[in-house]
């Protein structure tokens, strides 16, 4: 099935680094969001954002929604250890499923 | 409880063998979701429920699978003949009627041997 293009699959970064990641579509989408995976869970919402050009805040979390409605980032600053862990963006057309990316794996190093 | 629940946690099968995995949503909730997640990919949608009666199946890959959700509330994900390609993490999502936001579960890991 359609997945969204994520990058980077997996980051390194040392604690208290500032880390951005980011998804691309060929595919026009209304709702962009982004979850956080841990190991034998579900994903849970961090952030979703409902219009072109929005850049929503959530605690050290900032996501943004694409002009052209195809893209979406999202910026985490200050990591700390708990942050690890696997981030999916996910997109939503006018049907309700969700189309989600393939994942970053992040690791924070003390 | 107060999330989404799903059972088993784990399932082992053997090639060709049926298996049922179950979800129960948050209370009140009318829509549910099952996805399909493979080791490092993303979840890959299934089929959605609005109440009892599946709005949405295009994800199915094939006619073994199947679901249900006879009284609007718990789903069951059926899949028939299972082959070892079957093998993934089956999540399970819901939301409540209004709200954009779905609740995802633990999900169940499929083993087929």
């Known amino acids: 099935g359609q997945q969204l293009n994520q990058s980077p699959q997996s980051m390194f970064i040392q604690e208290g680094e500032d880390v951005s990641m980011n998804c691309t579509s060929s595919s026009i989408f209304n709702t962009w969001l982004w979850y956080k995976q841990d190991p034998g869970e579900g994903p849970v919402l961090l952030i979703a954002l409902y219009k072109a050009g929005e850049l929503t805040s959530n605690g050290r979390l900032t996501a943004q929604f694409g002009i052209t409605r195809k893209d979406s980032f999202l910026n985490i600053s200050a990591s700390i250890p708990s942050d690890v862990g696997i981030y999916f963006c996910?997109?939503?057309?006018?049907?309700?499923?969700?189309?989600f990316g393939s994942g970053t794996q992040l690791t924070v190093l003390p | 409880g107060a999330g989404v629940s799903q059972t088993p946690s784990n399932k082992v099968t053997e090639k060709g063998k049926y298996v049922e995995l179950r979800c129960d949503p948050i209370s009140g909730h009318t829509a549910l979701y099952w996805y399909r997640q493979s080791l490092g990919q993303g979840p890959e949608f299934l089929i959605y429920?609005?109440?009892?009666?599946?709005?949405?199946d295009s994800g199915l890959p094939n006619d073994r699978f199947f679901a249900v959700r006879p009284e609007g509330s718990v789903s069951t994900l059926k899949i028939q003949r299972t082959e070892r390609g079957d093998s993934a993490v089956y999540l399970c999502?819901?939301?409540?009627?209004?709200?954009?936001?779905?609740?995802f579960g633990p999900g169940t890991r499929l083993t087929v041997l």
């Open positions: 996910a997109g939503r057309s006018t049907a309700r499923q969700l189309t």
């Open positions: 429920f609005q109440g009892t009666g599946a709005a949405d």
């Open positions: 999502a819901s939301r409540s009627g209004a709200a954009d936001t779905q609740y």
